[in-house]
């Protein structure tokens, strides 16, 4: 594709704010270049890359052939944000990525374990592992990000030992 000039119809009267738009959708295709992967010959792109947020989503955490991945990353800082309902809440930002996770009671309760400290001031520099789980939500079972730590929780996965079927019951 070709432009011309600034690639503008001489009739458009807010040259500048057009040239703001086109700008943005030049952005748009070349991040959409980064992201297409092809499949069967055919460009693909999931929706959290068409319509990129700045929070991190169950789905980020999933590789290209959609298998769910566990990510290591350290706590830049703890920011304050507002809902579009006006509620404000707390998100975690990471040194690895620009998206910020936002904090819900499970999560911030899981890096108050892991870090030892219940005061989200004295978080930044804490190691913690990302993954993806399924909770319920409002009756649906969705997927979610759920925080441990490296290495996963002590006794995480641990078999039952095993009994004694021989052994005397006390009681």
């Not at 001031?121 to 789980?133: P, Q």
């Not at 990000?145 to 996963?152: A, E, K, N, S, Y």
Request: charged share 30%; aromatic share 8%.
């Amino acid at each position: 594709m070709t432009i011309i000039g600034d690639g503008l119809d001489p009739n458009v009267k807010d040259r500048d704010g057009a040239k703001m738009i086109a700008a943005r959708l030049a952005g748009l295709f070349k991040r959409s270049e980064r992201f297409s992967r092809t499949v069967g010959g055919v460009s693909t792109m999931r929706k959290n890359e068409v319509f990129p947020s700045k929070y991190m989503k169950a789905e980020d955490l999933l590789d290209d052939s959609g298998n769910p991945m566990v990510k290591v990353f350290t706590i830049k800082d703890v920011v304050e944000i507002e809902y579009p309902d006006s509620k404000t809440g707390r998100a975690l930002e990471f040194e690895q990525s620009s998206k910020q996770l936002g904090l819900n009671v499970t999560n911030w309760d899981a890096v108050c374990e892991i870090s030892g400290k219940d005061d989200d001031s004295n978080w930044s520099g804490v190691s913690v592992e990302l993954f993806r789980t399924r909770v319920e939500f409002r009756g649906k079972n969705v997927p979610a990000i759920r925080i441990r730590p490296v290495g996963g929780w002590e006794n995480e996965g641990a078999q039952p030992k095993e009994e004694n079927p021989k052994a005397e019951v006390p009681f």
